[in-house]
């Protein structure tokens, strides 16, 4: 796994975890994008406002303000414990949403 650092337009920086074939992993809720060349926010830092499959939208649930990190914190929590009806994708159960936090090395 490697880190990628991107800058924002406010100057503060934004750490994506990449996994060691390229893949961008959600940094809220760790898991592998579908796609090689996806990123939460463009090289800039503008966020792309695509939705996770977690239901966090880069560039709503972040208000579009750097730093992202803390808002990332808070949902994560939100949806680590079961309080984000919200889901795009499959359900999955606590133990596999700790499993796949794991992708962020928190």
């Known amino acids: ?12 920086k934004v750490e994506l975890n990449i996994s060691s074939d390229g ?14 060349e996806w990123r939460p926010y463009d090289e800039n830092g503008h966020p792309s406002y695509d939705i996770c499959s977690c239901g966090f939208e880069y560039g709503f649930d972040d208000n579009g303000e750097p730093p992202y990190y803390k808002s990332w914190e808070n949902y994560r929590e939100k949806w680590l414990n079961g309080k984000i009806e919200q889901f795009f994708g499959k359900r ?14 928190l």
């Open 23 to 36: 893949y961008c992993f959600c940094p809220v809720c760790g898991i592998k994008s579908d796609d090689k």
């Open 1 to 12: 796994m490697r880190k990628e650092i991107i800058n924002t337009w406010n100057g503060e």
């Open 92 to 105: 999955i159960t606590k133990n596999e949403k700790l499993e796949q936090l794991k992708n962020l090395e």
